[in-house]
């Protein structure tokens, strides 16, 4: 079984006006579907970051991956897809799909969730099958709040208004928060920060903590807005309201930045996990993290990281260093829906919810055949379908990439969409607080 | 498909009588074959230690793999085949495959490979292939040298001459890896030490060099045998020889004691890298390994640290925390040589040649149908027969049982056949010197 067609569809998916310390999201983001074809007719399907970055990538690997085995992972691995070892790995300025230093590693992802796809419909076996088995049944996601405008996304003739609404309070968050946990069942809860005065966002962790009461662990991510001092003073006020179950993701930047944050909450006798997505995005970040103590809990990435087995192997890693693990979440479509999902179920370490944007999208940009991923208790059941466990609509894939033809952007600018839409002079500036 | 039988057949194999700081190997080594059936009349075999101990472990999980997914082993491994959390790990007083805190792990070990053979031929694919496939087609493997008395294993009617006769002398040595590089092309050497005088050892060590020269790197282990004066001592004799793809292997017991090895050789400009497969026996020795300096190559083994998956798992934390890898052997059959040679051929970060005992078996007592793994240039290659790629000889798997059950010892005991052979007052005491 050799793999003999490769086609990568960029497309776009409508997206709310989320905000973030990196601006706020346009109304499309864009992603990449990939398609392998082998010459036994079957097929394996994938999903990348988008843009000409992306596919850029996904275009040099191309010539690597017609011909190949689809089982023959590790040696595409070695020849194509560890990162460079070189410069600087972190997403403090980048957002995540944008670094040209794991391009190659994100590319090798995309192929390499395609090939198990591949791999589980000729063994008619789930992925996660294929990789030691379910270390659960259903891969446990958070309600992941973001403070937003109003506004479902979309542009002229596609533009629709959500049934989110705007949030840019902590009572309207509460309310966000209420709705997601009804509609999905999520059990856990993270926050977007970064975004209003930190006051009024340890203010809104506090009222959601007197909503949902302590069986929801409560994390927040501002996404290194804040300074030392800053991240120092909301983990003294969220001392209890991020225990148990919670962290303070990624709250300044730079490996020495959280190293320091870290170091002095311990002073104060407060041990609330420091997670990052942002110091920590390649497994040579792994090593100093752990020894200066600037992480405590890893978030992986199916995507970025190098495929769902480097998720398992990260998992791994931490497990064996004592550090957490969870996962980060990009917006994206239903087949990264279930990559994240089986990366999550052949990952025994994976202990907190992961995170995903999936509610921030709708049924009416899915990809998949027969709708939406569902969730049952805001997890997603691993069922017994073959590879992936899901199929293409392929007239939605067409009518995607046709609206991705139209746009007039190739890259995500949160920044620029501020400008836009919010202040014109709008930059982004770190430390903001 | 599920498991509908497992069988467990101890077998006895006739064995040369090899010196190491434990003593005399006995005139046959224990091990024991593992057969699995599914319910579709697939047959998965594998190999285990031998005797009283490994049984009992065995026939405590069997409960537990009849009527098992062979996929499911997430499920098998957090149940049953993590080791235990607490108490000494070290192999510094028992041989490996004696020690009770990894006995539960070995068992699950086994039970791995077996369920990958399986689903390799569920599959038609080898076990390397489902696994990431090959970082390389076949594994290498070192020359692994013993000092020894005359003969080749066996008692009473069974006992047999060796082609290797005694070597006790640093001459003799030459000889037997001349021999064995001619027979099996090895380009690795390794020299179990803790035998004779440390300057005869250091001088063995020294011939070699001369007979080979620096393209064949050289390793010597004495299962901790010295004291760290000793250690250093030999360190510095063979700062040359050791170099290059070389390393000093246990040369004292206790991870403090190989710690300090390491300190006194780094401040005498000597960077000869520590192996190791006594001080770090499982995943929780590798952080200490690694902060106090105690080990730079740790010895893997796809028995006792829970099968090739963690052997895989294992070689990724190496490689993150810049230690290398290689691969401990006890003596076996041709099981556990493929075993142990897709287990390399999967990770990646495995670039020490491997150690085996197998070259000290002989073709009457494999129990593989088609008789002895051929090796090509010091490696076994990887075909494309599914899973394990073997099939059992069953007559010759009776023939061993059947031995086995008349033998008087269900343990090996080294010590004691130095006793009855040797030194009536032998002792193994460390350091010896």
Redesign the interface.
Known sequence: MRISSFSIHPVAVADPPLRSSYGRHAPYALRTIIILTTTDGITGVSEAHGGDGSQAALEAIKPMVVGM?P?????L??NWGRPDATGDRSQTWLVPGENPRDARTRAYAAVEAACLDIIGK??G?PVC??L????RDAAPFSAYLFYKHGGGGGLEADTREDEWGECLTPETMVGQCQRMVREYGFREIKLKGGVLEPELEIETIRQLRAAFGPAYPLRIDPNCAWSVETSVHVGVSLKEELSEGGYLEDPTASMEGMAEVRRRLLELGIDTPMASNVATTG??D??PAWRTGAVQVVLSDPHYWGGI?NV??LS??CG???MGVSMHSNNHLGVSMMIMAHACC?S?EMEFACDTHYPWQTEQDEVLAGGRVKFVDGAVVIGDKPGLGIELDMDQVARLEERYHKLPFRKRDDAEEMRKHVDPAWQRILPRW
Chains 1, 2 share one sequence.
């Open positions: 085995d089982f023959q992972l590790h040696a691995w070695m000729a063994t076996r099958d294929l030691g088995g379910r270390a497994f040579d792994i090593s087995r398992q192997r791994a890693l064996q260093l004592g052949v025994p």
